[in-house]
């Protein structure tokens, strides 16, 4: 999962930034309206975490120029103001879903999944292909029947190749899904990453190489 956060607050925004890490959740961060939207036209992502209050234009405008252009992303408003009547306008102006502060960073990823599993097209709780299931809420793996330790971005990784239900992912595609917008497009972190997760998964490798394309999951 990758999620924009939009906060002012630049030692919250980081300290959430960290925490979401810590979930194998990539974020990137914005601190006000307009970078928000430059972000957000530029990179693909799942949820934008957007503070209301914020240099202009402001979380409610944002999600107003989300809401137009049909942007494919959710947007979960976290903010101080809490009162009933906020969180009916917040929503009224395209949130999905509404956190006052202070908050419980276990609290917010659990949203966070919630939401991103609710795309155009539903998505099953749990994903299933080539014989592994993947449970992005308990953040377990298994191959047929056995139980595969990941690291977080190992897990991250494994989670787009199968939401591809067999197509092509391309190695920018990882980085931009799996990693944030530090990640460095020139290394070799994705080619990397897919060899130790093979070893994870076992054999028969379950991961395939397309020259010159990408990556794949599949049984051949």
């Not at 209050?53 to 942007?71: K, Y």
């Not at 377990?140 to 991250?156: D, I, P």
């Not at 190749?161 to 931009?176: D, H, P, R």
């Amino acid at each position: 999962m990758r999620v924009l956060v939009v906060e002012d607050e630049v030692y919250l925004a980081e300290a959430i930034r960290a925490g979401l890490r810590l979930e194998a959740i990539a974020a990137d961060l914005a601190f006000d309206g307009e970078t928000a939207l430059e972000s957000i036209s530029i990179n693909e992502y799942d949820v934008v975490v957007l503070d209301r209050d914020i240099p202009p234009p402001n979380g409610d405008e944002v999600a107003r120029r989300i809401l137009a252009e049909g942007l494919p992303v959710r947007i979960l408003m976290l903010t101080a103001a809490g009162d009933l009547d906020d969180k009916i306008s917040g929503f009224e102006v395209g949130a999905d879903d509404y956190l006052t502060k202070p908050f419980e960073l276990r609290e917010l990823v659990v949203r966070l999944r919630a939401l991103a599993r609710r795309p155009a097209e539903s998505a099953p709780t749990v994903l299933e292909y080539a014989g592994v299931s993947l449970d992005p809420f308990r953040r377990e793996v298994y191959r047929s029947g056995r139980y595969v330790k990941l690291t977080r971005k190992q897990f991250s990784v494994l989670e787009v190749l199968m939401t591809a239900k067999g197509g092509v992912i391309s190695a920018e595609t990882l980085l931009e899904r799996a990693w944030d917008e530090n990640a460095d497009p020139f290394s070799n972190t994705v080619r990397i990453t897919i060899s130790t997760l093979r070893k994870r998964l076992g054999d028969p490798w379950v991961i395939h190489t397309v020259p010159g394309v990408g990556y794949r999951i599949g049984d051949s």
